[in-house]
Antibody
Framework: EVQLVESGGGLVQPGGSLRLSCAAS????????IHWVRQAPGKGLEYVSA????????YYANSVKGRFTISRDNSKNTLYLQMGSLRAEDMAVYYCARAADCASISCYDLVAVGGGMDVWGQGTTVTVSS | QSALTQPASVSGSPGQSITISCTGTSSDVGTYNLVSWYQHHPGKVPKFMIYEGSKRPSGVSNRFSGSKSGNTASLTISGLQAEDEADYYCCSYAGSSIPYVFGTGTKVTVL
């Protein structure tokens, strides 16, 4: 079964740090770009970050640029999101999602070409509060 | 990049058809026919419903269809069923510098 499982969420104080993980199974992880999408309480989905299959290309939304770092370990089939200088507005459920594009094209250095996200994890909750 | 605009809510009776609009700009929806749609039951995993504007992934009911006109994409649900009650989000490719932008989300209610 194709699956993504996030972990690492929790309660953190403003200004603190947290590292999220996304473990993949059931597909060739190293062939796929992976995205991070978040949903704040009562709000809609927000595109946060992405990393190409090789790890060479990354993207960050302006809201997290300079504070978050996306990375991956293809030998462990795992994606990471290192989150720093956390703010109240970062409080959300964080989802990792697989790029649908990569089933038919090489995503070695591609963050996205518009095909959407076909497999999502169940999400991990980040709470930022003192 | 601003979020794409969707109506906050749409409702319909079982068996009816409803359409959810998703309005963007010439920088995203208007330029790229690369809109995807997601169904999200609260507390559940978002589901990939439509890609490239009108294509359905394997396993998605043909009651769901997508289209686009100008800067507005649309998702139509025909033969509305109770299980269709959920939040729906559009998402458009917006170029290599800002890969994706999501819509504001629409709550679908089956009366």
């Amino acid at each position: 079964e194709v699956q993504l499982v996030e972990s690492g969420g929790g309660l953190v104080q403003p200004g603190g740090s947290l590292r999220l993980s996304c473990a993949a199974s059931g597909f060739t992880f190293s062939n796929y770009t992976i995205h991070w999408v978040r949903q704040a309480p009562g709000k809609g989905l927000e595109y946060v970050s992405a990393i190409s299959s090789s790890g060479d290309s990354t993207y960050y939304a302006n809201s997290v640029k300079g504070r978050f770092t996306i990375s991956r370990d293809n030998s462990k089939n795992t994606l990471y999101l290192q989150m720093g200088s956390l703010r109240a507005e970062d409080m959300a459920v964080y989802y990792c999602a697989r790029a649908a594009d990569c089933a038919s094209i090489s995503c070695y250095d591609l963050v996205a070409v518009g095909g959407g996200m076909d497999v999502w994890g169940q999400g991990t909750t980040v709470t930022v509060s003192s | 990049q601003s979020a794409l605009t969707q109506p906050a809510s749409v409702s319909g009776s079982p068996g009816q058809s409803i359409t959810i609009s998703c309005t963007g700009t010439s920088s995203d929806v208007g330029t790229y026919n690369l809109v995807s749609w997601y169904q999200h039951h609260p507390g559940k995993v978002p589901k990939f419903m439509i890609y490239e504007g009108s294509k359905r992934p394997s396993g998605v009911s043909n009651r769901f269809s997508g289209s686009k006109s100008g800067n507005t994409a649309s998702l139509t649900i025909s033969g509305l069923q109770a299980e269709d009650e959920a939040d729906y989000y559009c998402c458009s490719y917006a170029g290599s510098s800002i890969p994706y932008v999501f819509g504001t989300g629409t709550k679908v209610t089956v009366l």
